[in-house]
């Protein structure tokens, strides 16, 4: 076995966008804890947000009070434990097989900042690590967790294998993760998913952050739109063309 790394110096933030405000019960917030409790116990700076508790408003611009919003926590609040953090781990629920509402508000407020930069010139969420949790008491882990998981990349997340984890129970409804008896915390299945998860985050966050971050060849924006090709060169007939 290798041995295992020092993860001290790691910031993640765990963003749950359960539909309940606090102190009421979240059953993503128990399966989160798991994970929290684990990255903390090695060492990591963990920072956890209920997202519902702060007065995010809804859009696509980083700061929609210059949009009609009266008010909007997220620049102030939210955006930088999310930008000073190497994981971001996106919690939720699972309503009629989808994320939350709530979910759906957080991804599209880290798309907001996805046209800003970090040091090297990348967009701004090159060298960060991203995973999800979900929960709920019907199907739908899969498809909620490559919804988030394939947003978290596009804005330019580093995805690591097996990085996301949840619990379900049985289909219909019935217990949620934290309801006596259901079975949740106990889940050898989820159990080893959350640590997995968990592991892969923090390895593959240490590596990237002790290179520095990915390489910034080939994905400067600046640099393209200053003519910067990199070796590409578009063939005149564009690419494939037999298979026009």
């Not at 102190?23 to 399966?31: A, F, K, M, N, Y």
């Not at 993760?177 to 159990?191: A, I, R, W």
Request: charged share 20%; with cysteine; aromatic share 10%.
């Amino acid at each position: 076995m290798d041995a295992e790394p020092d993860f001290s110096g790691l910031r993640a933030v765990f963003v749950n966008c359960t539909l309940k405000r606090s102190p009421e019960v979240s059953h993503t917030q128990g399966l989160m804890d798991a994970s929290i409790a684990l990255m903390r116990s090695r060492g990591v700076e963990v920072e956890t947000v209920r997202l519902v508790d702060h007065d995010v408003a809804s859009g696509v611009y980083p700061d929609m009070r210059e949009h009609g919003w009266e008010t909007d926590a997220w620049p102030d609040e939210i955006w930088p434990l999310v930008e000073a953090a190497d994981i971001l781990v996106i919690g939720g629920p699972i309503w009629l097989g989808d994320n939350s509402s709530v979910t759906k508000r957080l991804v599209e407020r880290l798309y907001a900042m996805s046209g800003m930069k970090n040091a090297h010139g990348q967009y701004v969420y090159y060298g960060k690590v991203g995973g999800a949790i979900l929960t709920g008491n019907e199907d739908g882990i899969k498809h909620c967790a490559m919804n988030l998981l394939y947003s978290m990349q596009h804005v330019g997340y580093t995805i690591p294998p097996a990085a996301d984890a949840g619990w379900v129970g049985e289909a219909g409804p019935g217990p949620s993760y934290l309801d006596e008896g259901s079975g949740g915390p106990e889940n050898d299945f989820t159990n080893r998913n959350t640590t997995f998860m968990t592991y892969n985050l923090l390895h593959l966050a240490k590596l990237l952050k002790d290179a520095g971050g990915i390489p910034a060849v080939g994905n400067v924006r600046d640099a393209w739109d200053s003519g910067e090709r990199w070796g590409y060169t578009p063939t005149p007939e564009g690419p494939n063309p037999e298979y026009r």
